[in-house]
């Protein structure tokens, strides 16, 4: 039994008691796959992805996949002080008597949590250092550049899991009991799969028909407090729009749709089975959506009072019969990307928005309810000039003209690999903090939050 002493914060995210999990028979599975965020249950139970792969594992009948987050420093504390090892929230199984433990890697400030996990697991660190226990897999966005931390991994899935794990563990389960290094050298056959140091190399594996592969509709549903408690419908995976910064522009493609047939299928089910009241219609570019204003239309007819929210908005892609449809059905704000108001530099990046249309569609917003409205931008391209910074001043000024409840969240350019500017330098600190200390003169009256550029410099 797992008992917690009062001072443990939000003791739910521990106890694995949510409606929806998965209950297999641990005995009767002859794969048992420990799925891992490497951050807290609130964010780990928000994010789709995760869903995704452990409803596909547990539908493998031989498999049961189980979740494991980390834990906040004070439960941190507590597991250190009593000797517990890290476990599964769905039989508390420790990390070390799973046969595979796989990690989500999203973010990549999230890295250093992954080495603790394992440390709290009882997995040896280093993967030179493991000759027996679980194999360490790592997944997602970040494993397109695995070199800096692939000493942590036995293998990498590139690419979509979805495609390339299932073919994994079918293999993986002839093996169970053979040496270690002949496990990994089979494994290594997988199409997509990696293995740090082998001469093979790999290749990136993706769906090439979204429509043909699963999407989540049991999702286990939070006990505890999480960042997002809603349904998530993945309407399209990918973007074609061609950014030059944007790592996911390059990383999901190609542009992928589902159907409009499909959506409804899932939603139907998606939204009986877990009861939410709250569904984010989850896509790079969601504006750009063709079934869009389709699929607005039957959540308006057939789910009223049901909540939509849209994540960020490519300018220009909503058109006014969305914005009309959204009006009735959603009670969150807007989000558009504009990354800067300078047309000039806009252009450098490829980003192409139409920012004086948007400035004209104010009045069409505001007509349907829309008064909050969020700017992301970004600063520190190495040529950006002053003049491209007091541009985004004017361009904010028009919305509070226009009587927009205007917030402004500030990200730091960073050179992803993959993308068309990976090789550029990164702006030097001092330097980032005069540009934004100029945007915000320029945007005085607006709600401004910037993340700390150390962050970034991490990443
Ligand atoms: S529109 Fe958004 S998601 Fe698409 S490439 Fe540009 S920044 Fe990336």
């Not at 599975?29 to 780990?44: E, I, M, Q, T």
């Not at 980390?70 to 009593?82: F, S, V």
Request: charged fraction near 25%; glycine fraction near 8%.
């Amino acid at each position: 039994m797992l008992v917690l002493p009062y001072e443990i914060e939000r003791p739910a995210r521990y106890i694995g008691k949510e409606p929806l999990r998965v209950r297999k028979d641990p005995e009767r599975a002859r794969v048992r796959f420990a799925l891992c965020y490497p951050d807290l249950y609130d964010v780990g139970m928000s994010y789709y992805g995760f869903f995704l792969l452990y409803e596909i594992l547990n539908n493998m009948e031989f498999v049961f996949c189980e979740r494991v987050f980390a834990p906040w420093h004070d439960m941190e504390t507590h597991m250190r002080k009593r000797g517990i090892e890290l476990f599964t929230l769905e039989t508390r199984t420790p990390l070390r008597m799973m046969h595979m433990v796989g990690f989500s890697l999203t973010y990549e400030l999230n890295l250093t949590n992954v080495i603790n996990m394992l440390r709290l697991g009882s997995i040896p660190m280093k993967r030179e250092e493991r000759t027996w226990g679980p194999f360490v897999i790592g997944g997602g966005p970040l494993c397109m550049n695995p070199k800096p931390f692939e000493q942590f991994f036995d293998l990498f899935v590139l690419g979509e899991a979805e495609e390339v794990l299932p073919k994994m563990l079918q293999l993986f389960k002839e093996l169970i009991g053979e040496r270690r290094d002949r496990v990994i050298a089979e494994l290594a056959k997988v199409e997509g799969v990696y293995v740090p140091g082998c001469a093979k190399g790999a290749k990136r594996v993706y769906v090439r028909d979204l429509n043909l592969v699963a999407h989540s509709v049991r999702p286990p549903i939070p006990i505890a407090q999480s960042i997002h408690n809603r349904l998530n419908l993945e309407v399209s995976r990918g973007c074609a729009n061609g950014c030059r910064f944007c790592l996911a522009g390059f990383v999901y493609r190609p542009y992928r749709e589902r159907s409009i047939e499909s959506l409804k299928v899932i939603l139907d089910q998606a939204l009986r089975n877990t009861g939410y009241e709250e569904i984010s219609l989850l896509s790079l570019s969601v504006g750009d959506f063709t079934g869009l204003e389709q699929l607005l239309s039957y959540l308006g007819c057939n789910y009223r009072g049901l909540s939509v929210s849209l994540p960020s908005v490519r300018v220009g892609s909503l058109k006014e019969g969305g914005i009309a449809f959204l009006g009735q059905i959603s009670r969150t704000g807007l989000t558009f990307a504009i990354e800067s108001g300078s047309e000039r530099l806009r252009r450098r990046l490829n980003k192409r928005v139409d920012l004086d249309g948007l400035i004209r569609s104010l009045p069409v917003l505001k007509r349907y309810g829309w008064r909050k409205i969020k700017l992301y931008l970004m600063l520190g391209f190495p040529w950006e000039e002053e003049e491209d910074i007091k541009e985004t001043g004017r361009i904010v000024s028009s919305f509070r003209k226009a009587g927009i409840d205007l917030s402004l969240s500030v990200s730091t350019f960073v050179p992803k690999p993959h993308t068309p500017l990976q090789w550029l330098r990164m702006e030097e600190k001092d330097r980032f903090l005069e540009k934004l200390a100029l945007l915000k003169e320029c945007t005085r009256g607006s709600k401004i939050k910037s993340a700390p550029f150390e962050k970034a410099l991490i990443e």
